[in-house]
């Protein structure tokens, strides 16, 4: 069983910045990916960033690009969501998901990933 553990959130003015982290732990395997997803009070999740550790590649929403920067530590087996710029349309529920399939394909789609954490709020004030 794998477990992921948020942290990180609260309350930031507008333009500020918060770093969210994902611990994995349990049986984490070396090939996985590790993104992010967001939920705001009445819509749907969203995509925010993903990180595939085969190759090392990440993957922003458009609406995060430039903002946000998703990094790893694989000693610890965590990934973090670096938070800059941050709107008021920012706010939302933060969940960390994880699937490791070396041939997981699903980057993109919440439904398809394996793990999830139990989320952490960011609230953006303007």
């Known amino acids: 069983q794998v477990q992921l553990v948020e942290s990180g959130g609260g309350l930031v003015q507008a333009g500020g910045s918060l770093r969210l982290s994902c611990a994995a732990s349990?049986?984490?395997?070396?090939?996985?990916?590790m993104g992010w997803f967001r939920q705001a009070p009445g819509k749907e999740r969203e995509f925010v960033a993903a990180?595939?550790?085969?190759?090392?590649?990440?993957y922003y929403a458009d609406s995060v690009k430039g903002r946000f920067t998703i990094a790893r530590d694989n000693a610890k087996n965590t990934v973090y969501l670096q938070m800059n710029s941050l709107k008021s349309e920012d706010t939302a529920v933060y969940y960390c998901a994880a699937n490791f399939s070396p041939g997981f394909s699903g980057t993109y789609d919440g439904e398809r990933y394996e793990y999830w954490g139990q989320g952490t709020q960011v609230t953006v004030s303007s």
């Open positions: 990180f595939k550790r085969i190759g090392s590649l990440t």
């Open positions: 349990g049986r984490v395997f070396i090939s996985y990916t």
